[in-house]
């Protein structure tokens, strides 16, 4: 499978992790939506994001590594094409993002985005997660 994919992830209390180069990032308690691509095979990408103990690579490693981070829902989009930067680009009219996260080899200000209350999210999963076009992939949670 190939294609872009959204994970809906919680972080239970405020923290701070040093993420690669970004250097240190304070992450407030709330729901964070991470947009990602897997243009070789994206259910390995997947599955690896749900492991706790992994080699950090990528800015995402450094969070969910964190026990204070859980992925809640992934959503996909099965497509070859390079949509990743398009979907980022889509949320961040919406969302407050974390500058530079995700977006080192891109141009985009970000690939990580904030929403506070969860009594949002199901509001944020009908209006950007769904309307982008992504659907809810249930193989791996």
């Known amino acids: ?18 993420i690669g180069k970004l250097g240190i990032i304070r992450f407030a308690r709330g729901y964070y939506f991470y947009i990602g691509s897997g243009l070789n095979n994206m259910e390995k990408r997947l599955s690896r994001h749900l492991l706790k103990r992994k080699n ?3 800015h995402i490693d450094y969070l969910t590594c964190d026990s204070n981070i859980s992925i809640e829902k992934i959503y996909v989009i099965e497509d070859p094409a390079r949509l990743e930067c398009i979907k980022a680009e889509e949320f961040a009219e919406v969302l407050e993002s974390v500058p530079g996260f995700g977006s080192s080899d891109c141009h985009c200000r970000s ?31």
């Open 1 to 18: 499978m190939k294609g872009t994919y959204c994970l809906l992830i919680r972080c239970c209390k405020n923290i701070e992790k040093s």
């Open 111 to 141: 690939h990580l985005f904030y929403s506070k209350e969860k009594r949002d999210i199901l509001y944020l999963e009908k209006h950007v997660v769904l309307k982008s076009g992504f659907k809810p992939y249930r193989r791996l949670i």
């Open 56 to 58: 950090k690579f990528w």
